[in-house]
């Protein structure tokens, strides 16, 4: 099973890490080499990458870690990658870019891989885990790759654990974006009180769309944001930071969007999507 990943970015690249003892091929904009580290570790290994534009290999299983907004950009060469029994997988934060692989075999993953890119460089924060729907390929993508560190979770209702990290990420990563602060936010009431609203808007999105978990959700969700360290940080904190464009499409922007499907009032999604909709038009002009 040859395995491509295109994007290395901290997803990409800890993907990348996680398989190093297979074939796998990581793929960016141009030939270089990524050094890559472990943060409790401090272990360090050189990845390489080669150029998307100049491979004219063929993967069974290709793996699209680009930002979300950058998926268009890489569409071109996908084609070129693949071969009619190849499956592409969506390794990004978000929901929503399916419809853009349409003719490819193409699964939604649930990504929870944490990490920092800095230029060259990627430190790994937290877990090699990804959630994917369970059928015959993933039971063989599974077996393939169980040796390594990364660990799949096969899932008979996927949608669920999508829209589980949809909300999660909705509120950590939100807050932090906006507050320029990390996980040390949630000692402030007023932010603590603002995370706990939108969560409960998430979840009444969720609901309208079908999905529906506990009923200590929202405190089930704080409590897992409680179990970051302070300094803990998120993707869209660090792409904020960085004056980079940000996912908020993917994530705030499709939450909202469908709970405009359903004229649900959100209040709090409204507002905060629309903050982060302009910070990423700023840096676009």
């Known amino acids: 099973m040859k395995i491509a990943i295109i ?8 993907i990348a890490s996680a398989l190093d003892n297979i074939d796998v091929t990581l793929l960016g904009r141009e030939d270089k080499m990524m050094a890559f580290e472990e943060r409790d570790t401090g272990e ?13 290999t063929t993967f069974d299983v290709v793996f699209i870690a680009v930002k979300t907004h950058q998926i ?13 029994q190849s499956k592409v997988i969506l390794a990004q934060n978000g929901s929503g870019l399916l ?16 990490g920092e890119k800095q230029e060259d460089k990627v430190r790994h924060d937290k877990d090699y885990r990804i959630q994917l729907k369970k059928d015959t390929f993933t039971e063989q993508l599974k077996a393939a790759i169980s040796t390594t560190e990364l660990t799949l979770e096969l899932e008979e209702n996927i949608e669920k654990a999508i829209w589980f990290k949809l909300i999660f990420n909705l509120g950590m990563n939100t807050l932090t974006a906006l507050s320029r602060d990390t996980a ?15 969560l ?37 904190y660090y792409d904020t930071m960085n004056e980079r464009v940000t996912e908020v499409e993917a994530i705030q922007g499709y939450i909202y969007r469908q709970g405009q499907k359903h004229q649900l009032h959100i209040p709090y999604i409204e507002t905060t999507y629309t903050l982060l909709a302009h910070q990423n038009e700023v840096r676009q002009r």
């Open 184 to 198: 040390r936010l949630l000692k402030d009431e007023r932010m603590l009180e603002l995370c706990k609203n939108l």
């Open 200 to 236: 409960k808007e998430g979840l009444q999105v969720a609901n309208a769309e079908g999905i529906t978990y506990e009923d200590s959700f929202v405190e089930d969700v704080i409590a897992a944001y409680r179990i970051f360290s302070d300094e803990s940080a998120t993707s869209m």
């Open 99 to 114: 419809p853009k692989l349409e003719g490819y075999d193409a699964y939604q993953a649930v990504v929870y891989i944490s």
């Open 72 to 84: 268009d950009t890489i569409l071109p060469q996908l084609k070129t990658i693949t071969h009619a």
């Open 44 to 56: 360090r290994k050189s990845i390489p990458v080669k150029a998307l534009s100049s491979v004219t």
């Open 7 to 14: 994007g290395p970015g901290a997803v990409g690249t800890a």
